[in-house]
């Protein structure tokens, strides 16, 4: 493991080791995949790993990169281990990572991964490196998210920023209730260190 991994992994355990937040235990809305959920045949066998920052190549992401930490629990506030989380957005030029989409030089970034995957460890965390997410033409800044657990199958949503202003314009956002919009948005704060510009902590609920 090199250095990078492992300075990643502490601060994952330093900031994951909190309790979850005392957020409402309303189940997180579901959602579709949308146009450009990478199919796992386009996938392969390549290394999406929990970093989209960095695809192989010594360039980092454009963008603020963002400490995304996660934790899976049920309604009842039980966290959830094992839990397969996928999360994949576009880049900072507004450009998806996906086999519909033509990488053409100035139109994408190819030093972001766009699609990462990582498993809950026993309190339920997972953490991911990525940007922070910018408007997609039609659409506010959002990240999406597929859970995947046999104590409650697959679950598809999105996340957003709280409080951004495009959220009042987007179509998703404005079908949601209230405690529905709690439940996705996320509360970014500054980090230092390492590169990252933002870090957040979120509980996404599940059915119990």
Partial sequence: MNTRRTLMLASAAALIAT???AQTRRVLPPMTDG???PP???RGDADWDADLTRTGSSAAARGEHLALLLQVADARGRVIDGTEVEIWQCDAMAAYRHPGVRAEPGNHDP????FGAARTAADGGVRFRTIRPVPYPGRTPHIHVKLR???FGELTSQLFLAGDPGNARDFLWRQLDA???????MRLDPASGDGLKWQTRHTLTVPA
Avoid: V
């Fill in 179 to 185: 405690e529905e919009q709690t439940s996705l948005a």
């Fill in 40 to 42: 796992k045949r386009w």
């Fill in 111 to 114: 030093a972001f991964q766009g």
């Fill in 35 to 37: 146009p450009f959920y």
């Fill in 19 to 21: 309790p979850a937040l």
């Fill in 149 to 151: 657990h046999a104590s």
